[in-house]
């Protein structure tokens, strides 16, 4: 069945979208013209990916203020970057975010799509969104919700983002009439706050023509994703302590937690094995938590051990003095431990030996 106009069947949208959307602090409020500041769409573009609007709103309004231009952003230190970041996940998103800051502060903003794909970082969702919120280009930009929606909408069975490039080239005259910033932010709004996973149907302007509604389809257009099952582990993280410095692993220059200062760890046994010898006397426990990533579940035990001196650690990791630790950029895991030590503990019901833990972490012997 062919698809009616966009511009026609997505018309509702724009009166809907000025009754209800939210504030949000990088929304412009003149959506008929360019955004006065591309720089804060961008930011916001990348810290969206993964993370719920409600998350970072606070991230988003502390970045700016900490680097409120690309300029700021391209001098930052990567400590200084990924120390604001804190807590806010997928690294990666503060490191591409500054790079595509220091091409902007050289050679200024690209003039089309394709300059905008080239910038670090931006894939054609991002590009596209970045064009048509900041510079009011008809460039269609699908998300996850705007996908739902058009799934919906126009009744697209199986994979939707197998029609993606149909879709942009559907979505075009929407955006030609009614404005590319408003359309496109009213089609993000539409889903994120109506059309969700379990529709409220009733409150939908597009109700009435959405062909998986009126077949009774909403539960199952679009058809769930498979998500693979997170792998598990179980581990100690150790926070060894000796003549007021803090054992860490140095950040690594790529992979999930590059640019993060890391405790170590030691991997657990399983349950119903044999237990591990006495660990050190002077170790401080606290109960454990289930620490869990994209593809990723830990069982995480922390422990605080106190040695007398400094040993030569192992590759990648470093004495820290402990007055420097709060500086430090650490992802939620290792932010966790690093706040349970100014708390009281517990001696450890079980623990590694003070052998175990020291070849862990211990340069190996000349």
């Known amino acids: 069945m062919p698809w009616p106009a966009s511009a026609d069947l997505l018309a509702p949208l724009s009166p809907w979208f000025d009754r209800v959307r939210r504030d949000l602090p990088w929304r ?3 959506l008929d013209a360019p955004h006065p500041d591309p720089y804060a769409v961008l ?174 389809r909403t539960g199952d257009i679009p058809p769930a994703a498979r998500r693979a099952r997170p792998k598990a582990a179980r581990l100690w993280l150790l926070a060894f302590e000796a003549e007021g410095h803090l054992l860490l692993h140095r950040p690594a220059a790529k992979g999930l937690l590059a640019g993060l200062w890391r405790w170590p760890t030691l991997e657990t046994p399983a349950p119903g094995s044999t237990p591990p010898a006495p660990g050190p006397t002077a170790t401080t426990a606290w109960p454990g938590w289930t620490q869990v990533y994209t593809h990723r579940r830990e069982a995480v035990r922390p422990l605080h051990i106190e040695v007398a001196s400094r040993f030569e650690p192992a590759d990648g990791l470093a004495w820290v003095p402990r007055a420097e630790l709060e500086a430090l950029p650490l992802g939620r895991r290792d932010q966790r431990l690093r706040d349970l030590l100014g708390t009281p503990g517990q001696a450890p019901q079980e623990a590694p030996g003070r052998a175990e833990l020291i070849r862990a972490c211990a340069a190996p012997s000349a």
């Open 43 to 216: 930011v916001s573009e990348l810290m969206l990916q993964q993370t719920q609007v409600a998350t970072v709103v606070p991230y988003f309004t502390r970045w700016l203020a900490e680097f409120p231009d690309p300029f700021s952003l391209a001098s930052a230190s990567e400590d200084a970057i990924h120390k604001a970041w804190e807590g806010l996940g997928y690294y990666r998103r503060a490191r591409f975010l500054k790079a595509a800051a220091r091409s902007v502060a050289a050679e200024g903003w690209p003039g089309d799509l394709a300059g905008l794909a080239e910038l670090p970082g931006l894939g054609p969702y991002t590009a596209a969104a970045l064009g048509a919120i900041a510079f009011q280009w008809p460039t269609p930009a699908l998300d996850g919700n705007a996908f739902r929606v058009l799934a919906r909408l126009l009744l697209v069975e199986g994979e939707v983002r197998a029609r993606a490039a149909d879709l942009r080239r559907w979505l075009i005259p929407a955006l030609e009439r009614h404005g590319p910033s408003r359309m496109t932010q009213a089609l993000m709004e539409l889903g994120a706050t109506v059309c969700g996973p379990s529709p409220t149907c009733g409150l939908c302007p597009l109700a009435e023509p959405c062909r998986a509604r009126l077949r009774g």
């Open 28 to 30: 412009a409020s003149d």
